[in-house]
């Protein structure tokens, strides 16, 4: 697609459900990066993936958070066991090569609540 | 640690000009880079400083200042369209983990 593609757009899950969020990069960018924003607030970095190399997971809250990207294109975040804190709208991004930490293209979101 | 500070809230008149402001605590970084969102929208890429000084694209401008650990984004000839938030960010030295600011909500006022 001509841009970065989430799914779902919203999601509205109960307390102690798993849920799953999906992120399609921009086609050719091999950085891939997920952020939490709560409501007004700024991004708040989750983890990235940069071609082969192991992700950076420094920005998982807690262990309930895992994300994996396979074949180099399509991400997943699952969150296991919600809770209410994990409302917020999750962001995903991607870089093409050679501007990594300069540039990145954002999805929409998948605006998750939790009830 | 490593953090950004911008001012919460702008107000500015439209056809004004506008400085946003961003001052950051990092061990080290790759460059400063500035991120608009409008409400319910996702963040978009304005600019983006690796050196001291100022770059300019279009009604936008960015400066760089790394020895006084500052930054900021100018916005000439405002428009009612320019308000948003604005998010300043930094790339971290060492890997290709970048960092965000809590944003800056710029109100246009005819």
Known sequence: GAGVSQSPSNKVTEKGKDVELRCDPISGHTALYWYRQSLGQGLEFLIYFQGNSAPDKSGLPSDRFSAERTGGSVSTLTIQRTQQEDSAVYLCASSPPGTVNTEAFFGQGTRLTVV | ?110
Request: proline residues 2%; hydrophobic residues 35%.
């Open chain 2, 1 to 110: 640690g490593q953090s950004l500070e911008q001012p919460s809230e702008v107000t500015a008149v439209e056809g004004a000009i506008v400085q946003i402001n961003c001052t950051y605590q990092t061990s080290g970084f790759y460059g400063l880079s500035w991120y608009q969102q409008h409400d319910g929208g996702a963040p978009t890429f304005l600019s983006y400083n690796a050196l001291d000084g100022l770059e300019e694209t279009g009604r936008f401008s960015s400066f760089l200042s790394r020895s006084d650990s500052y930054g900021y984004l100018l916005l000439q000839e405002l428009q009612m369209k320019d308000s948003a938030s604005y998010f300043c960010a930094v790339g971290l030295s060492g890997g290709f983990k970048t960092i965000f600011g809590a944003g800056t909500r710029l109100f246009v006022k005819a």
